[in-house]
């Protein structure tokens, strides 16, 4: 059974690099009836913190990527020092109280923190190739390496050893990554052919730029996914999103669901080439989700987003009321976000005034207007829309208005915005007596 993991290091949140490649993993293992592990890294104690490794564990559950075992490396220590012993006791690893020069150490300086010995293994001069299902063939030469340390001196194991050992004591398939983790690939087949372990097949994703180029970073797009989530993204739609950096379905389509792309998907058919992080383009594909979805499921979205700004009492608000509001302006957002902002007016007693709007629109006289307007909707029978616009259109024409010289006006005193969803779709929803009294407001004020 194919078998793959993603391995989060708990030392940061998951940011959406790190979420593109658990989503690799877990859509191969899908479309592939497979298991998908998550392995927690958590060997760094100094930095890696709980509050780090619950905000990876939300994140993808969120996404959607629910893993079908898990681990934590910092309760495995034992395992690893085993299998250091019995490379000591095979004479293919040895110990040392001053570790050889490794990256970033030059010299060799002690590393102790504990007194202990780090057991080191010995490298020979070897050819070492791989077959990735995304590059194709990479060949290695080994005699760039120095001696690897598998176990620090103060008795935790190194990356790469705790990589091989968990990879192959959890019957890892498929390693599929991000290609930053090419260099690591020689150094950890040395280790499965020193162990006498079966190697796992490699794929190595391309790295994601940033939008104006060059890798991502804490400057340069590499967001937490806890923070898309906050700024009002579907978790769909950023699946969606991830899903085309670096994978298309065909067809020129840029929407698809993760269901219907487990059917399509083809791990060999990822580009070789990075992608940049296009955020309009993240932006075009949740308005896509967000049109679709269901307005009821988007109600429970908003109604705490409201409740957060003021807007609301989320314990008595009315549900219907909001999904009503909600089926009226959710083709129109960007994001969840963009809601309380354009909807605030439906809720509140009275609008928030666009000064420069209310100056523009309000400042001549409309009483007479205002109010033969708000005689014709009280003498509707039936408050509907295609009632409410065939009054509004019967007036201006008795007037000899053109219909845009009062509808801007009359948007204003109701909404206290220039723009939003159409006149008499916002009227309906406002209900009849709240849109009079506003327009009876204005009309009261001289507006």
Same mark, same amino acid.
């Given at each position: ?73 910092? !309760? ?111 150094? !950890? ?114 109604? /705490? ?45 009275? /609008? ?5 709007? !209310? ?61 939003? /969803? ?26």
């Amino acid at each position: 059974m194919i078998r793959v993991r993603f391995a989060p290091s708990p030392t940061g949140f998951l940011h959406i690099g790190g979420a593109r490649t658990a989503l690799f993993n877990w859509i191969f293992a899908k479309s592939q009836k497979g298991a998908f592990v998550l392995r927690i890294e958590d060997t760094d104690a100094l930095r890696s913190k709980k509050e780090y490794v619950d905000e990876i564990l939300q994140s993808l559950d969120w996404l959607g990527f629910h893993w079908d075992e898990i681990y934590y490396q910092s !309760q495995r220590y034992d395992i690893y020092r085993e299998y250091a012993d019995r490379l000591l006791k095979e004479g293919k690893a040895y110990l040392a109280e001053k570790l050889p020069p490794q990256e970033g150490q030059p010299g060799g300086a002690p590393r102790q923190t504990s007194g202990g010995q780090a057991v080191i293994l010995k490298i020979h001069p070897q050819k070492i190739v791989i077959t990735d299902l995304i590059r194709g063939g990479i060949e290695f030469d080994s005699a760039i390496l120095k001696d690897q340390v598998l176990i620090k001196s103060d008795g935790t194991p190194t990356y790469n050893f705790a990589c091989v050992v968990d990879d192959a004591l959890m019957r890892i398939t498929h390693i599929i990554r991000g290609d930053d983790h090419i260099s690591n690939t020689p150094k !950890q087949i040395i280790l499965y052919e020193a162990l006498g372990l079966p190697i796992p097949v490699f794929a190595h994703l391309p790295l994601i730029l940033a939008t104006e180029g060059g890798r991502l970073s804490k400057r340069k797009g590499a967001t937490a996914i806890s923070e898309f989530r906050s700024m009002g993204y579907l978790s769909k739609a950023l699946v969606n999103f991830l899903l085309l950096l670096g994978w298309s379905p065909g067809e020129n389509r840029e929407v698809i669901e993760p269901s219907e792309a487990i059917k399509l998907f083809d791990i060999k058919h990822i580009n070789k080439t990075a992608a940049a992080l296009d955020l309009d383009k993240l932006n075009w594909i949740n308005n896509q989700y967000l049109k679709a979805e269901d307005p009821e499921k988007l109600a429970d979205e908003v109604i /705490p987003l409201l409740a957060a700004k003021g807007i609301i009492d989320k314990d008595t608000v009315d549900r219907t009321y909001v999904r009503l509001v909600v089926e009226l302006l959710q083709a129109r957002l960007t994001t969840l976000n963009d809601f309380p902002e354009r909807a605030d007016f439906f809720f509140l007693n009275d /609008p928030v005034m666009d000064p420069k709007a !209310q100056a523009k629109f309000l400042s001549g006289d409309l009483s007479r207007e205002f109010s033969l307007f708000c005689d014709r909707l009280a003498a509707l029978p039936h408050f509907e829309i295609s009632a409410i616009e065939e009054a509004f259109r019967q007036m201006v024409s008795e007037l000899n208005l053109e219909a845009k010289v009062l509808i801007h006006p009359v948007r204003v005193a109701l909404t206290g915005k220039t723009i939003g /969803p159409g006149l008499f779709e916002v009227i309906y929803c406002l209900g009849k007596d709240r849109t009079i009294e506003r327009l009876m407001k204005q009309v009261k004020t001289g507006g």
